[in-house]
């Protein structure tokens, strides 16, 4: 923030220590797929001494993409923590994967995180799904700067990119977006692009000049000087205006020239409050340079404009009974009160743990309380209990480097806590408490998977159930109805990298077979049957009779079972008898295969032998009778339909709402949901809906957001419906 030069202050091959809170920054960083997000971490850690040569660690890997699925991949597909040191201060770097199908790992960022950084391509623009994690950051107060990347192509332009984020971002005050440096170009090459060589910074009004290969400081030349001067008049006002400083307003508009330092000092204020988000500019470092263009500009933002720990409200909390307790405060001193925020497997390690402490101080050998409450949406059963904390470190690539403690405010990685999952609370063990889970999206595209093998079927249980304690964006579901493993994701890339993960970490390996909805039939009319089960093979032999009609309920009715027999016809012992071999026969189908439904079952009458008439013999009479009624009447297949909320942007609703007729839907209603988008409400057969989280993000541009949830089963077409019977008699 005081824009001047500065040598690396970091230290290369020691992990940075912070002492109290107001040493600490957490910052995230938060962008589309491919903005430029990791390569900037990496130019930070180089720019701060933390590493000698971009991304590179000791051992060679990289800082951090360095999970081998992400190597495949060639993108980010987990939340990594990269600690650098500038100047005293410990700024934790939360780098989150761009891609929509891992933003359960954003939105973990975002909770251990103070302030965000959000990347723009120059060469890309701005993603729709980037703005709605603005509008996210914006209703929580988090404090946010924006930089722009990728200078370097051939199509990129600075002051275009700076108004489209202030068109994006600023809102009903465009002001509060502007940039706190502009660009130095220079000479035009073959393609008319000219190259960034430097920044010229509109406070200080001085030259970072990058041209030599390394960040000299230099006075703006002459024709350098009148860029500077309209945009920097423009800063100055709209620092001033979100400081809210009046009395500086109008010593400004009287002519009065205002102190650097003073402007500074209330750009940091505007900045940390979150009512002011400046626009820099970033490029990695040349080769044998030390420091990448706008890295020692963002460093100073970091550790001058964002807000520490202690200036950060804490999640509520409460005892694990419910019962209210008293805010949280990041004391060191404090009570514990810490939370997992993501969870990982070492095939050396084990289980590890990455923890943002909130209150109290965390050391390693000493026992803690795990409460895990109100994550059953996740997957996650409710649990208490105590665990004994393991080694504490900071990563740094696939290093681990000791801590000797970890305090509010500071994030740490805990190794072997065997029952914490991703969400759980740590506190003291005489004083339990449960934090606020934050919100997390659901998992809505349903794959349906099997063992490969018998020795992949002994590990599944296990591996699934420590997949999912990694992932809270992951759901496993046994259905009871078509009796399929169905694992939740959020997109396809989420199912790759999570039975990539079940292969490599866990050594299962599963294959994914069509996913099936739980489909039931009904009768579409009344009919009666006859149930006769007469036998005769030496001793006692099997003898049943009965007559029974059945009538149409209507939908979610069940199965009602009345007897009305008379005279004796059948003996009183046996009617239970019928019913039971009745509910059975309407469990396993009588036309596809599929449960039956919604039906009255009238037992009429009936014949019994004295001697041959058993239990299960009525049994089997029962199962027949009901056969015999579906094989003379027309019999409906159902289907689930789900009652759909979607939400996109105005610009969608035309689209969406014709895709969702395309799949047989009824749109039920429409309303305003915000500045710009508008909500769908439709009902949809399940069928339809197998692959709507991924088209949905298509269509929308990944902007669209959309809920399910079961509403009823009701007829399906009968051109489909005799497509489904053909296809389970082919599969019989």
């Given at each position: 923030?005081?824009?001047?030069?500065?040598?690396?202050?970091?230290a290369?091959?020691?992990?940075?220590?912070?002492?109290?809170?107001?040493s600490?920054?957490?910052?995230?960083?938060?962008?589309?797929?491919?903005?430029?997000?990791?390569?900037?971490?990496?130019?930070?850690?180089?720019?701060?001494?933390?590493?000698?040569?971009?991304?590179?660690?000791?051992?060679?890997?990289?800082?951090?993409?360095?999970?081998?699925?992400?190597?495949?991949?060639?993108?980010?597909?987990?939340?990594?923590?990269?600690?650098?040191?500038?100047?005293?201060?410990?700024?934790?770097?939360?780098?989150?994967?761009?891609?929509?199908?891992?933003?359960?790992?954003?939105?973990?960022?975002?909770?251990?995180?103070?302030?965000?950084?959000?990347?723009?391509?120059?060469?890309?623009?701005?993603?729709?799904?980037?703005?709605?994690?603005w509008d996210?950051?914006?209703?929580?107060?988090?404090?946010r700067?924006?930089?722009?990347t990728?200078?370097?192509?051939?199509?990129s332009?600075?002051?275009?990119?700076?108004?489209?984020?202030?068109?994006?971002?600023?809102?009903?005050?465009?002001?509060?977006?502007?940039?706190?440096?502009?660009?130095?170009?220079?000479?035009p090459?073959?393609?008319?692009?000219?190259?960034?060589?430097?920044?010229i910074?509109?406070?200080?009004?001085?030259?970072f000049?990058?041209?030599?290969?390394?960040?000299?400081?230099r006075?703006?030349?002459?024709?350098?000087?009148?860029?500077?001067?309209?945009?920097?008049?423009?800063l100055?006002?709209?620092?001033?205006?979100?400081?809210?400083?009046?009395?500086?307003?109008?010593?400004?508009?009287?002519?009065?020239e205002?102190?650097?330092?003073?402007?500074?000092?209330?750009?940091?204020?505007?900045?940390?409050?979150?009512?002011?988000?400046?626009?820099?500019?970033?490029?990695?470092?040349g080769?044998?340079?030390?420091?990448?263009?706008?890295?020692?500009?963002?460093?100073?933002?970091?550790?001058?404009?964002?807000?520490?720990?202690?200036?950060?409200?804490?999640p509520?909390?409460?005892?694990?009974?419910?019962a209210?307790?008293?805010?949280?405060?990041?004391?060191?001193?404090g009570?514990?009160?810490?939370?997992?925020?993501?969870?990982?497997?070492?095939?050396?390690?084990?289980?590890?743990?990455?923890?943002?402490?909130?209150?109290?101080?965390?050391?390693?050998?000493?026992?803690?309380?795990?409460?895990?409450?109100?994550?059953?949406?996740?997957?996650?059963?409710?649990?208490?209990?105590?665990?004994?904390?393991?080694?504490?470190?900071?990563?740094?690539?696939?290093?681990?480097?000791?801590?000797?403690?970890?305090?509010?405010?500071?994030?740490?990685?805990?190794?072997?806590?065997?029952?914490?999952?991703?969400?759980?609370?740590?506190s003291?063990?005489?004083?339990?408490?449960?934090?606020?889970?934050?919100?997390?999206?659901?998992?809505?595209?349903?794959?349906?998977?099997?063992?490969?093998?018998?020795?992949?079927?002994?590990?599944?249980?296990?591996?699934?159930?420590?997949?999912?304690?990694?992932?809270?964006?992951?759901?496993?579901?046994?259905?009871?109805?078509?009796?399929?493993?169905?694992?939740?994701?959020?997109?396809?890339?989420?199912?790759?990298?999570?039975?990539?993960?079940?292969?490599?970490?866990?050594g299962?390996?599963?294959?994914?077979?069509?996913?099936k909805?739980?489909?039931?039939?009904?009768?579409?009319?009344?009919?009666?049957?006859?149930?006769?089960?007469?036998?005769?093979?030496?001793?006692?032999?099997q003898?049943?009779?009965?007559?029974?009609?059945?009538?149409?309920?209507?939908?979610?009715?069940?199965?009602?079972?009345?007897?009305?027999?008379?005279?004796?016809?059948?003996?009183?012992?046996?009617?239970?008898?019928v019913?039971?071999?009745?509910?059975?026969?309407a469990?396993?189908?009588?036309?596809?295969?599929?449960?039956?439904?919604?039906?009255?079952?009238?037992?009429l009458?009936?014949?019994?032998?004295?001697v041959?008439s058993?239990?299960?013999?009525?049994?089997?009479?029962?199962?027949?009778?009901?056969?015999?009624?579906?094989?003379?009447?027309?019999?409906?297949?159902?289907e689930?339909v789900?009652?759909?909320?979607v939400?996109?942007?105005?610009?969608?609703?035309?689209?969406?709402?014709?895709?969702?007729?395309?799949?047989?839907?009824r749109?039920?209603?429409?309303?305003?949901?915000?500045?710009?988008?508008?909500?769908?409400?439709?009902?949809?057969?399940?069928?339809?809906?197998?692959?709507?989280?991924?088209?949905?993000?298509?269509?929308?541009?990944?902007?669209?957001?959309?809920?399910?949830?079961?509403?009823?089963?009701?007829?399906?077409?009968?051109?489909?419906?005799?497509?489904?019977?053909?296809?389970?008699?082919?599969?019989?």
């Open positions: 923030m005081s824009e001047k030069s500065s040598t690396n202050p970091g290369a091959g020691r992990a940075p220590a912070a002492d109290r809170p107001t600490l920054r957490n910052v995230v960083l938060v962008g589309h797929s491919g903005s430029g997000k990791t390569t900037l971490v990496e130019a930070l850690a180089l720019a701060s001494g933390a590493v000698n040569r971009a991304g590179r660690v000791e051992d060679g890997g990289c800082l951090s993409d360095y999970d081998e699925i992400e190597h495949r991949q060639q993108r980010s597909v987990q939340l990594s923590l990269v600690p650098v040191d500038w100047g005293g201060i410990k700024i934790n770097l939360l780098d989150t994967p761009g891609y929509a199908d891992f933003v359960g790992e954003l939105r973990a960022g975002l909770r251990a995180a103070d302030a965000a950084l959000f990347v723009v391509s120059a060469a890309d623009g701005v993603a729709g799904a980037t703005r709605m994690v996210e950051c914006a209703a929580v107060g988090m404090p700067a924006l930089v722009v990728h200078l370097e192509a051939a199509r332009d600075f002051d275009e990119m700076t108004e489209r984020c202030r068109e994006t971002f600023g809102g009903e005050d465009p002001d509060a977006v502007l940039p706190l440096y502009l660009p130095l170009y220079g000479t090459g073959a393609d008319g692009h000219a190259p960034v060589k430097g920044l910074g509109l406070l200080s009004q001085r030259v000049d990058h041209s030599s290969g390394e960040r000299v400081e006075a703006p030349t002459e024709d350098e000087l009148p860029l500077i001067e309209q945009a920097r008049n423009r100055i006002e709209g620092i001033i205006a979100e400081s809210e400083d009046e009395s500086l307003m109008d010593r400004y508009l009287g002519g009065e205002i102190d650097i330092k003073t402007l500074i000092g209330d750009l940091e204020t505007a900045v940390a409050r979150g009512t002011f988000h400046p626009v820099l500019a970033a490029a990695p470092a080769d044998g340079a030390k420091q990448g263009l706008g890295t020692v500009e963002l460093l100073e933002l970091i550790t001058g404009g964002f807000p520490t720990p202690a200036e950060r409200e804490a509520a909390v409460t005892g694990i009974d419910g209210p307790c008293e805010a949280l405060t990041c004391d060191p001193d009570p514990l009160a810490a939370e997992v925020v993501k969870t990982s497997s070492d095939p050396y390690v084990g289980r590890v743990s990455l923890v943002r402490v909130f209150s109290g101080t965390l050391r390693p050998d000493e026992t803690v309380h795990v409460s895990g409450h109100g994550l059953e949406d996740r997957g996650h059963e409710d649990h208490d209990v105590d665990e004994r904390i393991g080694a504490l470190s900071a990563p740094f690539g696939k290093q681990q480097r000791p801590l000797s403690r970890a305090i509010a405010g500071d994030l740490a990685c805990v190794a072997k806590l065997t029952r914490a999952e991703t969400g759980d609370t740590l003291d063990k005489d004083a339990p408490l449960l934090m606020e889970p934050w919100t997390m999206p659901d998992p809505l595209l349903p794959i349906a998977i099997e063992a490969h093998s018998k020795a992949d079927e002994d590990k599944l249980s296990l591996g699934l159930s420590r997949l999912v304690a990694e992932d809270p964006t992951l759901r496993l579901e046994h259905h009871p109805d078509t009796h399929q493993m169905v694992l939740w994701c959020l997109g396809e890339a989420h199912v790759d990298v999570a039975l990539e993960r079940l292969r490599s970490r866990y299962v390996q599963v294959d994914t077979v069509p996913h909805v739980a489909l039931r039939e009904t009768f579409g009319e009344a009919a009666s049957g006859r149930g006769r089960h007469v036998k005769q093979s030496g001793g006692h032999g003898f049943a009779i009965c007559e029974i009609t059945v009538e149409p309920l209507p939908g979610g009715s069940g199965i009602e079972f009345v007897d009305k027999v008379v005279g004796g016809a059948v003996p009183r012992q046996f009617i239970p008898s019913e039971k071999g009745v509910r059975a026969q469990a396993r189908g009588v036309a596809a295969g599929y449960p039956l439904v919604d039906i009255r079952v009238t037992l009458d009936g014949k019994a032998h004295s041959d058993s239990d299960a013999a009525f049994q089997k009479s029962g199962a027949l009778a009901l056969r015999e009624a579906a094989a003379g009447a027309r019999i409906d297949l159902l689930p789900a009652e759909v909320t939400l996109i942007p105005d610009d969608f609703v035309g689209p969406v709402m014709s895709d969702l007729s395309g799949r047989r839907g749109v039920v209603g429409t309303e305003q949901s915000g500045a710009g988008r508008t909500l769908v409400r439709a009902e949809v057969p399940e069928i339809e809906l197998g692959r709507y989280a991924v088209d949905l993000r298509s269509l929308s541009h990944g902007t669209g957001r959309f809920t399910r949830s079961y509403a009823r089963h009701e007829p399906m077409p009968p051109q489909l419906a005799e497509k489904m019977r053909e296809e389970a008699a082919n599969g019989a």
